[in-house]
């Protein structure tokens, strides 16, 4: 498995709607059953069962809280790991704020902010449920897997509720790095345009359109260079909408995409091993997390860990970026 990302193994799938009346014990061994037959191995299916991969109609559920009895003409989804996946730990510096009933967190790359399809248990969101002992603790907005940085969560529904208004009327704003090859042409510039669903055999995948039309999402992002090392450049990009993979598709419209997101044309290197993760990190943010009116701001900002930019390791990069200056006001 040299060759294959510990941290983001591939999801196998099967489905099917049950034909009558299952209790649970016989909806288990019907599953069981169905997932043998189709090449799932034994390990497979116990992981399955405890990440809380199967779904009916649409709802997932870990074994222990399957319901007592299985309605006939439920659509069943079963999600399983070709391979458990390497476990990414959330260290306690982590934690940049916890406060006014809301939580910042510097997500480390390859875990996810909430659950997926595949597990309900391995993610952002559950890890600090747990710690903070907070079960009503939701993110407010998501990065990608490969992406770290800043995240904010809340702690209660209402806070949730009010930070996701913030976010959608662009009061949130947020900057991130990237290392990107080749070197962009222009010292600065934006790009926008409509983003949309692209057809991918396995992948979630968007592609960038010019024009409005059914599913294209108006989205936004402006982009400063910063440096060039080692043939990666370093770009600063605050996106103003916050559409999924929205920085990673501007980019690679442009031509430079950025290092490590094979998804969206960036090669990588032969020989890396563990794969290299997608070069994204989101560095700042500001936000006002005081509900009283009139509160000031806070701004956040996330330490950049040790797999992102190696070219700038020997300058730290939060502070080559203060050094240059944050471009945009």
Same mark, same amino acid.
């Given at each position: 498995?040299?060759?294959?990302?510990?941290?983001? =193994?591939?999801?196998?799938?099967?489905?099917?709607?049950?034909?009558?009346?299952?209790?649970?014990?016989?909806?288990?061994?019907?599953?069981?059953?169905?997932?043998?037959?189709?090449?799932? @191995?034994?390990? %497979?299916?116990?992981? &399955?069962?405890?990440?809380?991969?199967?779904?009916?109609?649409? @709802?997932?559920?870990?074994?222990?809280?399957? =319901?007592?009895?299985?309605?006939?003409?439920?659509?069943?989804?079963?999600?399983?790991?070709?391979?458990? $996946?390497?476990?990414?730990?959330?260290? %306690?510096?982590?934690?940049?704020?916890?406060?006014?009933?809301?939580?910042?967190?510097?997500?480390?790359?390859?875990?996810?902010?909430?659950?997926?399809?595949?597990? %309900?248990?391995?993610?952002?969101?559950?890890?600090?449920? /747990?710690?903070?002992?907070?079960?009503?603790l939701t993110a407010i907005?998501?990065?990608?897997?490969?992406?770290?940085?800043?995240?904010?969560?809340?702690?209660?529904?209402?806070?949730?509720?009010?930070?996701?208004?913030?976010?959608?009327?662009?009061?949130? @704003?947020?900057?991130?790095?990237?290392?990107?090859? =080749?070197?962009?042409?222009?010292?600065?510039?934006?790009?926008?345009?409509?983003?949309?669903?692209?057809?991918? *055999?396995?992948?979630?995948?968007?592609?960038?359109?010019?024009?409005?039309?059914?599913?294209?999402? $108006?989205?936004?992002?402006?982009?400063?260079? &910063?440096?060039?090392?080692?043939?990666?450049?370093?770009?600063?990009? /605050?996106?103003?909408?916050?559409?999924?993979?929205?920085?990673?598709?501007?980019?690679?419209?442009?031509?430079? *995409?950025?290092?490590?997101?094979?998804?969206?044309?960036?090669?990588?290197?032969?020989? %890396?091993? *563990?794969?290299?993760?997608?070069?994204?990190?989101?560095?700042?943010?500001?936000?006002?997390?005081?509900?009283?009116?009139?509160?000031?701001?806070i701004e956040l900002e996330?330490?950049?860990?040790?797999?992102?930019? *190696?070219?700038?390791?020997?300058?730290?990069?939060?502070?080559?970026? @203060?050094?240059?200056?944050?471009?945009?006001?």
């Amino acid at each position: 498995m040299s060759s294959a990302n510990p941290w983001d =193994p591939p999801v196998l799938r099967k489905g099917w709607v049950t034909e009558r009346r299952l209790s649970r014990t016989e909806f288990l061994d019907d599953l069981r059953a169905r997932l043998a037959d189709a090449g799932f @191995r034994s390990e %497979q299916i116990a992981s &399955l069962l405890w990440h809380g991969g199967v779904q009916l109609a649409g @709802r997932p559920f870990a074994e222990e809280a399957l =319901p007592n009895e299985v309605a006939p003409c439920t659509s069943v989804l079963a999600y399983a790991f070709a391979y458990e $996946p390497a476990p990414v730990p959330v260290p %306690q510096e982590a934690v940049l704020l916890d406060a006014e009933g809301v939580v910042a967190v510097n997500k480390p790359a390859w875990i996810t902010v909430q659950g997926t399809r595949a597990s %309900q248990r391995l993610s952002l969101e559950a890890a600090l449920r /747990e710690r903070l002992r907070c079960p009503t603790l939701t993110a407010i907005h998501r990065l990608d897997r490969g992406t770290s940085g800043v995240v904010l969560l809340a702690r209660s529904r209402e806070g949730a509720a009010r930070l996701g208004r913030e976010l959608a009327s662009g009061r949130i @704003r947020r900057r991130y790095l990237a290392l990107v090859s =080749p070197r962009p042409p222009e010292r600065s510039w934006e790009v926008s345009g409509y983003l949309a669903r692209a057809l991918h *055999p396995t992948r979630i995948r968007f592609a960038l359109h010019q024009a409005q039309g059914a599913g294209r999402r $108006p989205s936004r992002t402006r982009f400063v260079r &910063l440096a060039t090392r080692d043939g990666g450049t370093l770009v600063l990009a /605050e996106p103003a909408t916050g559409r999924t993979h929205q920085i990673r598709v501007h980019l690679a419209q442009g031509g430079t *995409p950025i290092v490590g997101d094979t998804l969206y044309g960036a090669a990588q290197p032969p020989s %890396q091993d *563990p794969p290299l993760r997608t070069q994204l990190h989101a560095i700042w943010l500001r936000a006002r997390i005081d509900a009283t009116p009139g509160a000031p701001p806070i701004e956040l900002e996330a330490p950049v860990p040790h797999d992102f930019a *190696p070219a700038f390791a020997r300058a730290p990069v939060p502070r080559f970026v @203060r050094a240059h200056g944050l471009p945009f006001p």
